[in-house]
């Protein structure tokens, strides 16, 4: 007689039913020729499996034991690597209709984003623009990201109907934005948004002043109070700007100790982004306060910045994830090519070739960028509990091959085109290098209409 493969014996089966005596079946299990957990024990498997139930990890582990286990949906995902989703801790996503637009001035932001921003800026562009630029996002493996602009509630709907996770931030300046006549506007609108959205399985609201040069101290005091009192994060450029160091260090130091004077403001709760001219006492401050970092090399190294001390942030505890910044500033949006770069510039800056070994790169990516969004408990990782935010790279393609190390072919070989799928806790974002939710020729036909709609006035402020 045939022993059955699951319970004790026959008997077990005919008295409480076959269904009772098996365990409970996952919702999808995907085999691979590798996984990469990017745990603690930078555990991989070769071939393994990774099993989801309810939207988290159920399993991983080596794929002979992914046969034992029930599902309803299985894949075998064969040549394939599968590995966390690359999470982008900064970026603004609204501007891809603008991407391109006023290259290499000097001036550029004062002279021809700030004044695109204010006429061109409404809810239908920012809706559009950003499911455009979620779309690139996503077909190159992004689960997560981090984005503050105007209208962000056009964003954070553009977000759900793609499917991804982020962490969303309302822009605050002094004078009038898009969005807001004054201040107290830009304040009265994000607080809608923050309670519109808190709660939301996959998005949370947070306030985004601009910038120190862009916001007063009074406002910077005044948002880190309602941050605490409606208990969410804050995100902001700081210590990008040459300008802006001159201005503030001239008084204080440096852009963050003046910021370390602004009750509140400095604490675990904001994400700094582009940190390029802080010393070593900034550093030490950034670890003291909690603040955590997102880290934009393509668009600083564009913008002919200061390389910052990345490498030197990560040595010190703080939490650091890489970004894209906006795609006018950076211009692509694949998290690829940000993590080819991260590694390479710090090896300059520093000049040491041995410097982040790219197992530590690629956790900078994912892991990494999930702390920084504050998110590291819950992905960025592979493993049981977390959420099932993961993606698939096809391997058979010429510059998959051959492998030696995981880790540095995903860091310096791995493009955009070499994503095939893409989950976020569980649901299939991206099929065969197709979006699954969303139609990608109506999402192109309407960039193309509002690039009509902005042609007129940025050909006329390139002449000007």
């Known amino acids: ?20 005596a098996l365990p409970e079946a996952d919702d999808l299990l995907v085999t691979a020729e590798a996984i ?18 309810d939207g988290r990890i159920s399993a ?8 034992r286990r029930r599902a309803s949906r299985r894949i075998d995902a064969g040549t394939s690597l599968l590995m966390p989703g690359f999470v982008n801790s900064h970026t603004h996503i609204a501007m891809a209709a603008f991407r391109g637009a006023c290259e290499d001035a000097p001036d550029r932001l004062t002279r021809y984003i700030f004044p695109m921003e204010k006429h061109l800026v409404t809810p239908d562009l920012t809706y559009w623009s950003s499911l455009f630029c979620l779309c690139e996002m996503a077909k190159s493996g992004t689960t997560s990201f981090a984005d503050m602009y105007y209208f962000e509630d056009e964003v954070a709907a553009a977000t759900e109907a793609v499917g991804l996770r982020a962490l969303l931030g309302e822009t605050l300046v002094d004078q009038g934005s898009p969005d807001a006549r004054d201040f107290s506007g830009g304040m009265d609108y994000a607080q809608g948004f923050i309670e519109a959205w808190k709660g939301h399985p ?8 601009h910038a120190p040069y862009t916001v007063d101290a009074r406002h910077l005091a005044e948002i880190a109070a309602r941050a605490e009192d409606l208990d969410v994060n804050i995100m902001m450029h700081v210590a990008e700007m ?3 160091n001159e201005r503030f260090a001239m008084a204080s130091g440096s852009v963050l100790r003046y910021l370390d004077g602004i009750e509140g403001l400095l604490s675990s709760r904001l994400l700094a982004a582009h940190m390029l001219f802080v010393d070593d006492a900034d550093i030490a401050l950034t670890k003291q306060r909690g603040i955590r970092v997102a880290h934009c090399p393509a668009s600083n190294a564009k913008s002919g910045r200061p390389i910052c001390p990345a490498a030197r942030f990560q040595t010190a505890g703080v939490p650091l994830g890489l970004a894209t910044d906006g795609p006018l500033s950076g211009n692509g949006m694949d998290m690829e090519g940000i993590l080819n770069l991260f590694p390479k510039l710090q090896k300059v800056r520093e000049r040491n070739r041995a410097l982040l070994p790219a197992h530590e790169a690629l956790r900078a990516a994912t892991l990494g960028g999930a702390e920084a969004l504050g998110i590291g408990e819950e992905t960025g990782s592979l493993e049981v509990g977390k959420k099932a935010d993961f993606i698939l790279v096809d391997l058979d393609d010429f510059n998959m091959r051959p492998v030696y190390d995981w880790y540095s072919t995903v860091v310096y070989a791995m493009r955009p085109h070499n994503v095939s799928s893409v989950f976020v806790e569980g649901n299939q974002v991206v099929d065969t290098s197709r979006m699954k939710r969303i139609d990608e020729k109506e999402v192109m036909a309407e960039m193309a209409r509002l690039r009509e709609d902005c042609s007129s006035y940025i050909e006329g402020l390139s002449r000007a």
């Open 202 to 209: 996959l998005i949370s609201p947070c306030l985004a002043p």
């Open 36 to 53: 990469l957990t990017l745990d603690s024990e930078w555990q991989l498997y070769e071939p393994g499996y990774l099993a989801v139930r």
């Open 60 to 67: 991983v582990g080596p794929a002979s034991e992914g046969g």
């Open 1 to 20: 007689m045939r022993t059955p493969r699951y319970g004790q014996n026959a008997k077990d089966f005919s008295q409480a039913g076959i269904l009772a």
């Open 242 to 244: 040459d300008f802006e």
